[in-house]
């Protein structure tokens, strides 16, 4: 099934733009169209309507592997809750399907609005397994260290929660005011 992969989202003289690309092109070359559909609901609608279409096209699998905070925004959703793994399948349960689209696009685009104004403070992630702090992310696997000085500091919650790997045993700390990242001497 094909997807868009989204670079960015612009909105410029009450249009939409979405540069991007399909999933199965190969090589791909991103380019910025203008988005019809989405500048006729942001020119009827309002911001809000087209913010909240954006973030369900995210939430279906229509837009996907983006950096942005519409993207993001998604790592604070409860998806058993709101049936994440099940939207876009036709065979549902009326049981699994508890929540109309309009429900599921009001939580999202809450969802949204709440990411944005998320307090920024500092924060690392912990492994409570080894009693120890990541420092370092690579492709595949992220390096551990056991003094907090030296452990990779995020500007929010919410970006230590993106990275954090999907297992067990690893939480994200506040760090206090008065541990600072010490930068090393040359």
């Not at 996907?64 to 519409?70: I, L, P």
């Not at 429900?103 to 709440?114: A, G, M, P, R, T």
């Not at 297992?167 to 760090?175: E, H, L, N, P, S």
Request: net charge positive.
């Amino acid at each position: 099934m094909s997807y868009e992969i989204v670079k960015g989202i612009k909105f410029k003289d009450n249009q939409v733009w979405i540069k991007s690309d399909s999933n199965n092109v190969s090589p791909r070359h991103y380019t910025w169209w203008h988005c019809t559909s989405l500048t006729k609901i942001l020119q009827e609608k309002g911001r809000e309507a087209v913010d909240k279409e954006i973030l369900y096209e995210y939430f279906n699998g229509n837009f996907a592997q983006s950096n942005n905070n519409y993207h993001k925004s998604l790592v604070l959703l409860d998806r058993d809750e709101y049936n994440y793994n099940t939207v876009g399948i036709d065979i549902i349960t009326k049981e699994q399907k508890k929540y109309t689209e309009n429900d599921v696009k009001n939580l999202l685009y809450h969802n949204y609005i709440k990411f944005k104004n998320r307090e920024f403070a500092d924060h690392v992630i912990h492994s409570t397994k080894h009693d120890a702090y990541i420092y370092k992310f690579s492709r595949n696997k992220w390096y551990m260290i056991r003094d907090i000085n030296a452990a990779k500091v995020f500007r929010s919650k919410e970006d230590a929660m993106w990275k954090l790997p999907m297992k067990d045993g690893y939480t994200v700390v506040k760090i206090n005011k008065g541990v600072c990242k010490i930068k090393k001497e040359k």
